[in-house]
């Protein structure tokens, strides 16, 4: 296990240019802020004797020793991690045609039953074992798989993009927080995840479209409903049964708004008695800039599912923010959601399938230490409070505290080829 972290760090040493956060205007004048990714993308600009074509990286590793209190927490080191290598061509002047892949080694840089972290759940582990107060690796090698063309509709920013993936974004949820600024800095998967938030950023055979007209995007796909399991290395093509869509709203480089809302048949691989479930959210996303230099980025984001794990309905809600200048981040993330005592595997007295509701609230800070080549390592550091309701304390004593201490690499490069 230490020779694969060991190998991880080698391999991001020699790439350039930390991406902890963009913003639309660190786009250059050959590339487009693309909203649902939350990073600037190349534009068609090319010509047909002149194309452009470009090769881009970017990735983070954070190496994570985590301490949670008992009688549920657990102690363990982990390596959440990610990567995406996108190649592109222009085609003519107007048309853009790019092959991304994201991928991670999550499936061997974390424990057997899932990377710690309290009031967690979703999926199950090899043997049919829920994670339980644990965030399951992703989808390993291959994360998402996506081939798109986009066409620009003119000189400014509409345009018209469709695209398919193996493995890939249904166009639902918020923007998926391993592409948020605010949640790029944070090791831990929100506990939203799978309650109508970023569940939907690793979907099976999606097919789908969007339509840019001046500062509103409206998305659609259609997808197979049921979630991959993170257990397999294993990219299925399967017949689309779901479908989703999505509208954003720029207002200016500084504020977005986004609702999406999906149908999803079959989601749980194990689960033959969940027939379907909807997914809906509202995320809205914010950066301000002051005078002495520090940067604020904050999302605050709604998510609401219906059906699943027997429950009538689930809401969460996430608050975010980053304050960054320089080698200095300080960050943080608000949770609110609903939980059952089935869930959490907790012996209930009655209404084990009635969400209750709970809090985490998480402070981290990261100081950039060393350049090395033209990448970033930084170490950090945070803690999380939850404060949970009664029917939660018998199981987890009194409210508990979980902290990380990590180091975090990260890189981003873009060459014209």
Not at 65 to 81: H, I, K, L, Y
Request: glycine share 8%; with cysteine; charged share 20%.
């Amino acid at each position: 296990m230490l020779r694969i972290h060991l190998l991880a760090v080698a391999l991001l040493l020699p790439l350039s240019q930390i991406a902890l956060a963009q913003d639309s205007e660190s786009c250059g004048d050959s590339q487009i802020w693309d909203t649902s990714m939350s990073m600037c993308m190349p534009k068609p600009n090319g010509s047909a004797s002149q194309p452009t074509k470009m090769l881009m990286f970017q990735g983070y590793s954070f190496f994570t020793e985590t301490a949670e209190e008992r009688p549920r927490g657990r102690d363990a080191f982990s390596v959440p991690n990610m990567f995406m290598v996108d190649l592109g061509s222009s085609v003519g002047s107007n048309q853009f045609i790019n092959l991304d892949l994201m991928g991670t080694f999550e499936r061997w840089t974390f424990p057997e039953n899932g990377t710690p972290e309290l009031l967690q759940i979703g999926e199950t582990q090899k043997d049919n074992q829920p994670y339980l107060d644990a965030q399951h690796p992703h989808s390993s090698p291959i994360m998402g798989l996506t081939l798109s063309d986009a066409i620009s509709l003119g000189q400014n920013k509409d345009a018209v993009k469709v695209w398919f993936a193996p493995r890939g974004e249904s166009t639902d949820g918020p923007v998926a927080f391993m592409h948020r600024p605010t949640g790029v800095v944070n090791p831990d998967a929100p506990l939203g995840h799978h309650i109508g938030q970023d569940v939907g950023h690793i979907s099976s055979t999606v097919i789908g479209g969007s339509l840019r007209i001046s500062d509103a995007t409206i998305e659609f796909s259609t997808f197979n409903g049921t979630e991959p399991d993170p257990t397999k290395s294993d990219l299925p093509v399967k017949t689309p049964n779901s479908y989703a869509m999505r509208f954003t709203q720029d207002y200016d480089s500084h504020l977005f708004t986004m609702i999406s809302a999906a149908y999803v048949k079959s989601p749980e691989p194990n689960d033959d008695t969940l027939d379907h479930l909807w997914r809906y959210s509202a995320s809205v996303y914010a950066d301000k800039t002051f005078d002495n230099n520090w940067t604020l980025h904050n999302a605050l984001i709604w998510g609401l599912i219906n059906g699943y794990d027997n429950a009538a309905a689930l809401n969460s809600f996430t608050e975010e923010f980053l304050f960054r200048k320089s080698a200095r981040s300080l960050w943080g993330r608000v949770e609110v959601l609903q939980r059952t005592l089935a869930e959490l595997e907790i012996d209930p007295g009655h209404d084990p399938d009635v969400g209750h509701w709970a809090t985490a609230a998480t402070v981290g800070y990261t100081h950039n230490i060393l350049k090395y080549g033209s990448a970033d390592i930084g170490l950090g550091a945070s803690l999380t409070k939850y404060f949970l309701p009664s029917v939660f304390k018998d199981s987890y004593g009194r409210d508990p505290v979980a902290g990380k201490i990590f180091m975090r690499v990260g890189a981003m490069k873009m060459w014209e080829l």
